[in-house]
Protein backbone atom coordinates (compact mmCIF):
# COMPACT_ATOMS: atom_id res chain seq x y z
CA UNK A 1 0.00 0.00 0.00
CA UNK A 2 1.46 3.76 -1.12
CA UNK A 3 1.69 6.03 1.63
CA UNK A 4 0.62 9.48 1.83
CA UNK A 5 3.25 12.24 3.18
CA UNK A 6 1.76 15.21 5.14
CA UNK A 7 4.71 17.45 4.33
CA UNK A 8 3.67 21.42 4.57
CA UNK A 9 1.62 20.91 1.35
CA UNK A 10 -1.35 22.81 0.60
CA UNK A 11 -4.40 20.72 0.44
CA UNK A 12 -7.28 21.80 -1.59
CA UNK A 13 -10.92 20.07 -0.54
CA UNK A 14 -10.01 17.19 -3.05
CA UNK A 15 -6.57 16.59 -1.84
CA UNK A 16 -8.24 16.21 1.78
CA UNK A 17 -10.99 13.73 -0.01
CA UNK A 18 -9.14 11.88 -1.79
CA UNK A 19 -6.58 10.82 1.10
CA UNK A 20 -9.65 10.12 3.29
CA UNK A 21 -11.42 8.00 1.31
CA UNK A 22 -8.13 6.04 -0.27
CA UNK A 23 -7.40 4.29 3.15
CA UNK A 24 -3.88 4.65 2.02
CA UNK A 25 -1.53 5.36 5.42
CA UNK A 26 -0.39 8.88 6.22
CA UNK A 27 3.23 9.70 7.56
CA UNK A 28 4.67 13.00 8.01
CA UNK A 29 7.58 13.78 5.53
CA UNK A 30 11.01 15.55 6.46
CA UNK A 31 10.15 18.91 5.95
CA UNK A 32 6.83 18.49 8.79
CA UNK A 33 9.74 16.96 11.03
CA UNK A 34 11.97 18.89 10.64
CA UNK A 35 9.31 22.35 11.07
CA UNK A 36 7.90 20.12 14.32
CA UNK A 37 10.83 19.42 15.52
CA UNK A 38 12.26 22.88 15.11
CA UNK A 39 9.74 24.49 16.72
CA UNK A 40 9.31 21.88 19.48
CA UNK A 41 13.00 22.86 20.43
CA UNK A 42 12.52 26.29 20.30
CA UNK A 43 10.32 26.33 22.80
CA UNK A 44 11.76 24.19 25.05
CA UNK A 45 15.03 26.36 24.83
CA UNK A 46 13.16 29.34 25.77
CA UNK A 47 11.36 27.49 28.94
CA UNK A 48 14.95 26.56 30.44
CA UNK A 49 16.53 29.98 29.90
CA UNK A 50 14.08 32.26 30.52
CA UNK A 51 11.50 33.19 33.44
CA UNK A 52 8.79 34.34 30.65
CA UNK A 53 5.35 33.80 31.52
CA UNK A 54 3.92 32.09 28.71
CA UNK A 55 0.06 31.63 28.29
CA UNK A 56 -1.35 27.91 28.68
CA UNK A 57 2.44 26.99 28.91
CA UNK A 58 2.81 27.82 32.70
CA UNK A 59 -0.27 29.08 33.45
CA UNK A 60 -3.75 27.97 33.84
CA UNK A 61 -6.35 28.72 31.24
CA UNK A 62 -9.03 30.85 30.32
CA UNK A 63 -9.80 33.54 33.12
CA UNK A 64 -7.10 31.27 35.55
CA UNK A 65 -4.24 33.13 32.45
CA UNK A 66 -2.98 34.88 35.41
CA UNK A 67 -2.43 31.86 37.65
CA UNK A 68 0.96 30.67 37.56
CA UNK A 69 2.69 27.14 37.06
CA UNK A 70 5.87 25.98 38.57
CA UNK A 71 8.38 24.18 36.16
CA UNK A 72 7.81 20.99 37.67
CA UNK A 73 4.47 21.10 37.22
CA UNK A 74 4.13 21.95 33.64
CA UNK A 75 3.69 18.30 32.32
CA UNK A 76 0.74 17.76 34.77
CA UNK A 77 -0.69 21.20 33.77
CA UNK A 78 -1.13 19.26 30.43
CA UNK A 79 -2.76 16.05 31.38
CA UNK A 80 -4.73 17.77 34.14
CA UNK A 81 -5.96 20.05 30.96
CA UNK A 82 -6.94 17.29 28.45
CA UNK A 83 -8.61 15.35 31.41
CA UNK A 84 -10.71 18.30 32.75
CA UNK A 85 -12.11 19.10 29.36
CA UNK A 86 -12.84 15.81 28.43
CA UNK A 87 -16.79 17.09 29.27
CA UNK A 88 -18.74 16.14 26.00
CA UNK A 89 -22.08 14.61 26.16
CA UNK A 90 -24.67 13.25 23.72
CA UNK A 91 -23.91 10.83 21.14
CA UNK A 92 -21.13 9.46 19.64
CA UNK A 93 -20.14 10.82 16.31
CA UNK A 94 -19.48 8.98 13.19
CA UNK A 95 -16.05 7.28 12.47
CA UNK A 96 -15.93 9.18 9.28
CA UNK A 97 -16.13 12.60 10.87
CA UNK A 98 -13.61 11.52 13.59
CA UNK A 99 -11.05 10.37 11.14
CA UNK A 100 -11.45 13.38 9.63
CA UNK A 101 -10.67 15.16 13.23
CA UNK A 102 -7.34 13.25 13.39
CA UNK A 103 -5.90 13.73 9.65
CA UNK A 104 -6.89 17.76 10.28
CA UNK A 105 -5.12 17.40 13.66
CA UNK A 106 -2.32 16.17 12.36
CA UNK A 107 -1.96 18.39 9.14
CA UNK A 108 -2.26 21.33 11.54
CA UNK A 109 0.23 20.66 13.99
CA UNK A 110 2.84 19.78 11.59
CA UNK A 111 2.89 23.01 10.43
CA UNK A 112 5.30 23.86 13.12
CA UNK A 113 3.98 26.39 14.91
CA UNK A 114 2.41 24.63 18.01
CA UNK A 115 5.11 23.50 19.99
CA UNK A 116 4.23 19.63 20.30
CA UNK A 117 6.94 16.63 20.20
CA UNK A 118 7.16 14.16 17.07
CA UNK A 119 5.92 11.67 18.99
CA UNK A 120 2.42 13.11 19.54
CA UNK A 121 1.95 14.05 15.88
CA UNK A 122 2.81 10.37 15.25
CA UNK A 123 0.60 8.81 17.75
CA UNK A 124 -2.14 10.72 15.99
CA UNK A 125 -1.41 9.03 12.71
CA UNK A 126 -1.13 5.73 14.31
CA UNK A 127 -4.84 5.93 15.55
CA UNK A 128 -5.45 7.07 11.95
CA UNK A 129 -3.35 4.12 10.25
CA UNK A 130 -5.07 1.58 12.50
CA UNK A 131 -8.65 3.18 12.46
CA UNK A 132 -8.98 3.46 16.09
CA UNK A 133 -11.64 5.79 16.41
CA UNK A 134 -11.21 7.83 19.50
CA UNK A 135 -14.78 8.67 21.34
CA UNK A 136 -15.77 12.04 20.45
CA UNK A 137 -19.18 13.16 21.79
CA UNK A 138 -21.69 15.13 19.36
CA UNK A 139 -21.93 18.00 22.24
CA UNK A 140 -20.10 20.55 24.43
CA UNK A 141 -18.04 22.50 22.15
CA UNK A 142 -18.74 26.75 21.91
CA UNK A 143 -16.36 26.75 18.58
CA UNK A 144 -14.38 29.61 20.19
CA UNK A 145 -11.32 28.56 22.35
CA UNK A 146 -11.18 25.24 19.28
CA UNK A 147 -13.33 22.78 20.06
CA UNK A 148 -12.34 21.97 23.21
CA UNK A 149 -14.27 19.45 24.75
CA UNK A 150 -14.47 17.18 21.26
CA UNK A 151 -11.11 17.24 20.82
CA UNK A 152 -10.24 16.49 24.80
CA UNK A 153 -11.90 13.06 24.26
CA UNK A 154 -9.71 12.84 21.14
CA UNK A 155 -6.19 13.72 23.30
CA UNK A 156 -7.69 11.37 25.93
CA UNK A 157 -7.02 7.99 23.09
CA UNK A 158 -3.23 9.66 22.72
CA UNK A 159 -2.86 9.42 26.09
CA UNK A 160 -3.65 5.81 27.00
CA UNK A 161 -6.85 6.90 29.09
CA UNK A 162 -10.75 7.58 27.45
CA UNK A 163 -12.35 4.51 25.30
CA UNK A 164 -12.11 4.38 21.73
CA UNK A 165 -13.92 2.03 18.37
CA UNK A 166 -11.81 -0.72 17.39
CA UNK A 167 -12.83 -3.52 15.00
CA UNK A 168 -16.19 -1.73 15.29
CA UNK A 169 -15.94 -2.53 19.14
CA UNK A 170 -15.98 0.15 22.12
CA UNK A 171 -13.66 -0.29 24.29
CA UNK A 172 -11.04 1.32 26.88
CA UNK A 173 -8.30 2.61 25.32
CA UNK A 174 -6.11 0.92 27.68
CA UNK A 175 -7.64 -2.56 26.35
CA UNK A 176 -6.37 -1.73 22.99
CA UNK A 177 -2.89 -0.95 23.70
CA UNK A 178 -2.21 -3.73 25.59
CA UNK A 179 -3.58 -5.22 22.37
CA UNK A 180 -1.27 -3.66 20.56
CA UNK A 181 1.65 -3.46 22.73
CA UNK A 182 1.65 0.38 22.26
CA UNK A 183 2.42 3.06 24.75
CA UNK A 184 0.74 6.07 25.65
CA UNK A 185 2.25 9.57 24.54
CA UNK A 186 3.50 11.84 27.44
CA UNK A 187 2.24 14.91 27.02
CA UNK A 188 4.88 17.83 27.54
CA UNK A 189 4.61 21.40 28.28
CA UNK A 190 1.99 23.22 25.88
CA UNK A 191 1.12 19.93 24.38
CA UNK A 192 -2.32 19.55 26.25
CA UNK A 193 -3.31 23.22 24.96
CA UNK A 194 -2.48 22.29 20.89
CA UNK A 195 -3.68 19.37 21.10
CA UNK A 196 -7.63 20.86 22.50
CA UNK A 197 -7.10 24.75 21.11
CA UNK A 198 -8.19 24.08 17.26
CA UNK A 199 -11.02 23.95 14.93
CA UNK A 200 -10.90 20.26 13.64
CA UNK A 201 -14.24 19.33 15.10
CA UNK A 202 -16.02 21.78 13.13
CA UNK A 203 -13.70 21.39 10.30
CA UNK A 204 -14.04 18.27 9.79
CA UNK A 205 -18.07 18.17 9.57
CA UNK A 206 -17.36 20.97 7.16
CA UNK A 207 -15.45 18.91 4.99
CA UNK A 208 -17.55 16.32 5.08
CA UNK A 209 -20.49 18.75 3.92
CA UNK A 210 -18.92 20.75 1.67
CA UNK A 211 -18.09 16.64 -0.23
CA UNK A 212 -21.36 15.71 0.62
CA UNK A 213 -23.02 18.95 -0.52
CA UNK A 214 -21.51 18.79 -4.32
CA UNK A 215 -22.91 14.87 -4.32
CA UNK A 216 -26.18 16.06 -3.43
CA UNK A 217 -26.10 19.00 -6.23
CA UNK A 218 -24.99 16.50 -8.45
CA UNK A 219 -28.02 14.28 -8.26
CA UNK A 220 -30.55 16.68 -7.12
CA UNK A 221 -29.53 17.88 -10.94
CA UNK A 222 -29.91 14.79 -12.29
CA UNK A 223 -33.26 13.60 -10.34
CA UNK A 224 -34.65 17.82 -11.36
CA UNK A 225 -34.08 16.30 -14.77
CA UNK A 226 -35.57 13.40 -14.91
CA UNK A 227 -39.16 15.57 -12.91
CA UNK A 228 -38.74 17.85 -16.00
CA UNK A 229 -39.37 15.12 -18.50
CA UNK A 230 -41.80 13.49 -16.31
CA UNK A 231 -43.78 16.53 -15.73
CA UNK A 232 -43.34 17.85 -19.41
CA UNK A 233 -41.50 20.84 -18.44
CA UNK A 234 -40.34 23.78 -20.80
CA UNK A 235 -36.90 24.03 -22.12
CA UNK A 236 -36.61 27.53 -22.91
CA UNK A 237 -36.05 28.67 -18.81
CA UNK A 238 -32.67 26.99 -19.87
CA UNK A 239 -31.11 28.85 -22.48
CA UNK A 240 -27.93 30.26 -22.49
CA UNK A 241 -28.96 33.63 -23.25
CA UNK A 242 -31.93 34.42 -20.29
CA UNK A 243 -29.56 32.73 -17.97
CA UNK A 244 -26.51 34.88 -18.95
CA UNK A 245 -28.03 37.92 -18.24
CA UNK A 246 -28.55 37.22 -14.28
CA UNK A 247 -24.53 37.31 -13.89
CA UNK A 248 -24.97 34.60 -11.25
CA UNK A 249 -22.20 32.32 -12.25
CA UNK A 250 -24.23 28.99 -10.60
CA UNK A 251 -27.38 29.72 -11.86
CA UNK A 252 -25.32 29.41 -15.62
CA UNK A 253 -23.51 26.36 -14.85
CA UNK A 254 -26.74 24.93 -13.67
CA UNK A 255 -28.84 26.33 -16.81
CA UNK A 256 -26.00 24.89 -18.95
CA UNK A 257 -26.40 21.45 -17.25
CA UNK A 258 -29.47 20.44 -17.29
CA UNK A 259 -29.56 21.85 -21.09
CA UNK A 260 -26.52 19.54 -21.75
CA UNK A 261 -28.23 16.67 -19.81
CA UNK A 262 -31.69 16.86 -21.44
CA UNK A 263 -30.48 17.62 -24.97
CA UNK A 264 -31.75 14.27 -26.61
CA UNK A 265 -34.58 13.75 -24.76
CA UNK A 266 -37.63 13.55 -26.86
CA UNK A 267 -40.17 14.74 -23.96
CA UNK A 268 -37.74 17.93 -23.54
CA UNK A 269 -37.42 18.81 -26.95
CA UNK A 270 -41.89 18.15 -28.24
CA UNK A 271 -43.69 21.01 -28.04
CA UNK A 272 -45.68 21.76 -24.82
CA UNK A 273 -49.60 22.82 -24.11
CA UNK A 274 -48.95 24.57 -21.54
CA UNK A 275 -47.24 28.37 -21.77
CA UNK A 276 -45.24 28.12 -18.23
CA UNK A 277 -43.87 25.81 -15.54
CA UNK A 278 -44.30 26.25 -11.67
CA UNK A 279 -41.31 28.02 -9.84
CA UNK A 280 -39.87 24.76 -9.04
CA UNK A 281 -39.40 23.62 -12.94
CA UNK A 282 -38.75 26.93 -14.23
CA UNK A 283 -36.44 28.19 -11.35
CA UNK A 284 -34.13 24.96 -11.26
CA UNK A 285 -30.88 27.51 -12.18
CA UNK A 286 -31.95 29.83 -9.91
CA UNK A 287 -32.66 27.73 -6.78
CA UNK A 288 -30.12 25.04 -7.27
CA UNK A 289 -27.84 27.58 -8.68
CA UNK A 290 -27.23 29.59 -5.38
CA UNK A 291 -26.97 26.81 -3.70
CA UNK A 292 -23.64 26.04 -5.78
CA UNK A 293 -22.23 29.28 -5.25
CA UNK A 294 -23.18 28.91 -1.69
CA UNK A 295 -21.13 25.27 -1.87
CA UNK A 296 -18.17 27.58 -3.82
CA UNK A 297 -17.64 29.93 -0.99
CA UNK A 298 -17.55 27.10 1.80
CA UNK A 299 -15.25 25.22 -0.06
CA UNK A 300 -12.99 28.16 -0.10
CA UNK A 301 -13.21 28.79 3.36
CA UNK A 302 -12.77 24.90 4.59
CA UNK A 303 -9.71 25.13 2.40
CA UNK A 304 -7.90 27.83 3.98
CA UNK A 305 -9.16 26.04 7.55
CA UNK A 306 -7.59 22.67 6.25
CA UNK A 307 -4.41 24.57 5.79
CA UNK A 308 -4.60 26.76 8.99
CA UNK A 309 -2.78 26.74 12.53
CA UNK A 310 -5.25 27.30 14.95
CA UNK A 311 -4.12 26.49 18.50
CA UNK A 312 -2.60 29.13 20.74
CA UNK A 313 -0.41 30.35 21.80
CA UNK A 314 1.38 30.26 18.32
CA UNK A 315 4.97 29.66 18.59
CA UNK A 316 7.31 31.58 15.51
CA UNK A 317 10.81 30.54 16.27
CA UNK A 318 11.57 32.05 13.40
CA UNK A 319 11.00 35.80 14.93
CA UNK A 320 11.12 34.98 18.67
CA UNK A 321 7.66 35.22 19.36
CA UNK A 322 5.20 33.68 21.13
CA UNK A 323 1.60 34.63 20.83
CA UNK A 324 -1.91 34.38 22.54
CA UNK A 325 -3.88 35.52 20.34
CA UNK A 326 -7.52 34.01 19.10
CA UNK A 327 -6.91 31.58 15.31
CA UNK A 328 -9.21 29.19 17.36
CA UNK A 329 -12.37 30.90 17.62
CA UNK A 330 -14.51 29.37 14.98
CA UNK A 331 -16.30 32.11 13.55
CA UNK A 332 -15.50 31.90 9.80
CA UNK A 333 -16.92 28.01 10.19
CA UNK A 334 -19.84 28.65 12.19
CA UNK A 335 -21.07 31.28 9.78
CA UNK A 336 -20.37 28.91 6.46
CA UNK A 337 -21.87 25.90 8.90
CA UNK A 338 -24.82 27.56 8.98
CA UNK A 339 -25.17 29.27 5.49
CA UNK A 340 -24.13 25.37 3.96
CA UNK A 341 -26.96 24.42 6.09
CA UNK A 342 -29.08 26.98 4.41
CA UNK A 343 -28.28 26.19 0.82
CA UNK A 344 -28.26 22.19 1.21
CA UNK A 345 -31.68 22.82 2.62
CA UNK A 346 -33.25 24.54 -0.33
CA UNK A 347 -32.17 22.11 -2.63
CA UNK A 348 -34.47 19.27 -0.22
CA UNK A 349 -37.25 22.08 -0.17
CA UNK A 350 -37.18 22.64 -3.67
CA UNK A 351 -37.27 18.88 -4.32
CA UNK A 352 -40.05 18.73 -2.46
CA UNK A 353 -41.85 20.71 -4.26
CA UNK A 354 -41.30 18.63 -7.48
CA UNK A 355 -42.57 15.54 -5.54
CA UNK A 356 -45.44 17.17 -5.07
CA UNK A 357 -46.66 18.11 -7.93
CA UNK A 358 -45.67 14.59 -9.69
CA UNK A 359 -48.48 12.78 -7.30
CA UNK A 360 -50.77 16.04 -7.68
CA UNK A 361 -52.36 14.08 -10.88
CA UNK A 362 -51.54 16.86 -13.50
CA UNK A 363 -50.36 17.07 -17.12
CA UNK A 364 -52.18 13.89 -17.93
CA UNK A 365 -50.73 11.97 -15.06
CA UNK A 366 -52.93 9.61 -12.42
CA UNK A 367 -52.87 10.70 -8.53
CA UNK A 368 -50.55 9.79 -6.34
CA UNK A 369 -48.05 7.68 -9.32
CA UNK A 370 -50.36 4.88 -9.38
CA UNK A 371 -53.01 2.95 -11.45
CA UNK A 372 -56.02 2.51 -9.72
CA UNK A 373 -55.90 5.49 -7.31
CA UNK A 374 -58.40 4.89 -4.54
CA UNK A 375 -57.80 1.73 -4.05
CA UNK A 376 -54.22 2.36 -4.23
CA UNK A 377 -53.11 4.69 -2.09
CA UNK A 378 -49.72 4.99 -4.54
CA UNK A 379 -47.33 7.67 -3.47
CA UNK A 380 -49.06 9.58 -1.04
CA UNK A 381 -47.48 9.13 1.92
CA UNK A 382 -44.27 9.37 0.38
CA UNK A 383 -44.37 13.18 -0.06
CA UNK A 384 -45.49 13.07 3.76
CA UNK A 385 -42.62 11.97 4.54
CA UNK A 386 -40.99 14.76 2.06
CA UNK A 387 -42.99 17.17 3.89
CA UNK A 388 -41.60 16.35 7.24
CA UNK A 389 -37.92 16.28 6.50
CA UNK A 390 -38.32 19.98 4.48
CA UNK A 391 -40.10 21.03 7.71
CA UNK A 392 -37.26 19.65 10.41
CA UNK A 393 -34.42 21.05 8.01
CA UNK A 394 -36.70 24.56 8.35
CA UNK A 395 -35.80 24.17 12.34
CA UNK A 396 -32.96 22.97 12.34
CA UNK A 397 -31.46 25.93 10.12
CA UNK A 398 -31.97 28.36 12.36
CA UNK A 399 -28.56 30.23 12.81
CA UNK A 400 -26.26 28.55 15.65
CA UNK A 401 -23.59 31.43 15.01
CA UNK A 402 -25.87 34.01 16.23
CA UNK A 403 -25.97 33.20 19.63
CA UNK A 404 -23.25 33.63 22.01
CA UNK A 405 -23.09 32.66 25.55
CA UNK A 406 -20.27 34.32 28.17
CA UNK A 407 -17.96 31.15 29.62
CA UNK A 408 -14.91 30.93 31.46
CA UNK A 409 -16.12 33.76 33.67
CA UNK A 410 -16.15 35.93 31.20
CA UNK A 411 -12.65 35.81 29.85
CA UNK A 412 -14.41 34.02 26.61
CA UNK A 413 -17.44 36.35 26.29
CA UNK A 414 -18.19 35.90 22.38
CA UNK A 415 -18.25 32.45 21.20
CA UNK A 416 -19.16 30.91 17.50
CA UNK A 417 -21.57 27.94 18.39
CA UNK A 418 -19.70 26.85 15.70
CA UNK A 419 -20.07 23.19 16.53
CA UNK A 420 -23.47 23.02 16.66
CA UNK A 421 -23.89 24.41 13.64
CA UNK A 422 -22.12 21.52 12.69
CA UNK A 423 -24.04 18.99 13.95
CA UNK A 424 -27.40 20.56 12.60
CA UNK A 425 -25.86 20.61 9.11
CA UNK A 426 -24.66 16.56 9.41
CA UNK A 427 -28.86 16.00 10.03
CA UNK A 428 -29.87 18.93 7.28
CA UNK A 429 -27.85 16.38 4.91
CA UNK A 430 -29.22 13.00 5.79
CA UNK A 431 -32.73 14.64 5.65
CA UNK A 432 -32.06 16.20 2.08
CA UNK A 433 -30.31 12.84 1.12
CA UNK A 434 -33.76 11.08 2.06
CA UNK A 435 -35.70 13.85 0.28
CA UNK A 436 -34.20 13.37 -3.27
CA UNK A 437 -34.39 9.47 -3.41
CA UNK A 438 -37.77 9.98 -2.84
CA UNK A 439 -38.15 12.13 -5.66
CA UNK A 440 -36.24 9.97 -7.56
CA UNK A 441 -38.82 7.11 -6.35
CA UNK A 442 -41.62 9.37 -7.40
CA UNK A 443 -40.09 10.73 -10.81
CA UNK A 444 -39.37 7.25 -12.02
CA UNK A 445 -42.55 5.75 -11.34
CA UNK A 446 -43.84 9.04 -13.53
CA UNK A 447 -41.72 8.25 -16.56
CA UNK A 448 -43.42 5.10 -17.05
CA UNK A 449 -46.51 7.07 -17.29
CA UNK A 450 -44.79 8.95 -20.08
CA UNK A 451 -43.88 5.67 -22.31
CA UNK A 452 -43.04 4.91 -25.38
CA UNK A 453 -41.35 8.94 -24.97
CA UNK A 454 -38.00 8.70 -23.59
CA UNK A 455 -36.22 10.78 -21.67
CA UNK A 456 -32.45 11.59 -22.57
CA UNK A 457 -29.65 8.56 -22.72
CA UNK A 458 -28.39 9.65 -19.46
CA UNK A 459 -31.12 9.37 -17.80
CA UNK A 460 -32.78 6.64 -19.27
CA UNK A 461 -29.39 4.66 -18.15
CA UNK A 462 -29.54 6.00 -14.49
CA UNK A 463 -33.48 4.99 -14.49
CA UNK A 464 -32.70 1.34 -16.31
CA UNK A 465 -29.93 1.13 -13.40
CA UNK A 466 -32.93 2.30 -10.61
CA UNK A 467 -35.23 -0.29 -11.91
CA UNK A 468 -32.55 -3.22 -10.55
CA UNK A 469 -32.88 -1.91 -7.22
CA UNK A 470 -36.62 -0.73 -7.20
CA UNK A 471 -39.39 -2.15 -8.69
CA UNK A 472 -41.94 0.00 -10.94
CA UNK A 473 -44.88 -0.05 -8.37
CA UNK A 474 -48.09 -1.90 -9.82
CA UNK A 475 -50.21 -2.16 -6.56
CA UNK A 476 -49.54 -0.53 -3.05
CA UNK A 477 -46.68 -2.28 -1.08
CA UNK A 478 -44.07 -1.00 1.97
CA UNK A 479 -42.92 2.19 0.39
CA UNK A 480 -40.30 3.08 3.58
CA UNK A 481 -38.12 0.18 1.79
CA UNK A 482 -38.33 2.11 -1.48
CA UNK A 483 -37.23 5.17 -0.13
CA UNK A 484 -34.36 3.85 1.90
CA UNK A 485 -33.09 1.92 -1.18
CA UNK A 486 -33.45 5.02 -3.35
CA UNK A 487 -31.62 6.88 -0.99
CA UNK A 488 -28.92 4.43 -0.93
CA UNK A 489 -29.01 4.32 -4.38
CA UNK A 490 -28.13 7.93 -5.03
CA UNK A 491 -25.48 8.55 -2.12
CA UNK A 492 -23.94 4.94 -1.64
Do not use: W
Not at 33 to 60: D, F, P, R
Not at 380 to 391: D, F, G, T
Not at 400 to 414: F, P, W
Amino acid sequence: MSTHYINNQHYTLEDFEKVISSGIRVELGENAKEAVQQCYNYLHEKLSSESQVIYGINTGFGSLCDTVVGDHELDQLQLNLVRSHACGVGEVISDQITKRILLLKAIGLSRGHSGVQLETIEQILFFYNENIMPVIYELGSLGASGDLAPLAHMSLSLIGEGEVIYKGIRKPTSDVFSELNRKPVSLKAKEGLALLNGTQFMSAFLSYSVATGIDILNSANNIASISLDALEGIRTPFKSNVNALRNQKGQIKVAKYISERLKDSELFKMEKEHVQDPYSLRCIPQIHGASLDAIDYCKGILENEINAVTDNPTIFPETDEIISAGNFHGQPLALSLDFLAIAISELGSNSERRTYKLIAGDRGLPAFLIKNPGLNSGLMIAQYSCASLVSQNKQLCTPASVDTIDSSNGQEDHVSMGANAATKLFKVIQNVKSIIGIELLCASQAMEFRRPLKSSAANEELLSEFRKTVPFIDEDRIIAEDIKNSKEYLFK
